[in-house]
């Protein structure tokens, strides 16, 4: 079974790139459900991540306290801003 996989495997990148594209997503979703690994995330939502990564370690190497109020405050200000950015342009 191993060869013939490997075979079309080698195959795919000759494929057109809307049949590049179906294959990537099928084959992405059945790991999802027999592998159980993590979904792929976008580049948008991993810049996202990787600037609220930057956020919080300049946070840390801040030091000082803040209450669940204070976060939140600051993290619900920091959404509608972006949320306005987002529908306007």
């Known amino acids: 079974m191993n060869k ?3 075979s079309i495997i080698d195959r ?4 057109p790139e809307e049949a590049q594209v179906e294959a990537l997503r099928a084959l992405t979703a059945i790991e999802e459900r ?23 370690n300049r946070s840390i190497e801040r ?3 803040f209450t669940d109020e204070d976060v939140e405050a600051s993290i619900s200000s ?3 801003g972006w949320e306005r950015t987002r529908k306007h342009p």
Do not use: C, N
């Open 12 to 15: 795919v990148f000759t494929w």
């Open 34 to 56: 027999h592998v159980r690994v993590q979904p792929a995330i976008d580049d948008e939502d991993e810049r996202k991540l990787s600037v609220l990564r930057e956020t919080i």
């Open 78 to 80: 920091r959404l509608d």
């Open 4 to 6: 013939k996989l490997e």
């Open 63 to 65: 030091g000082g306290s």
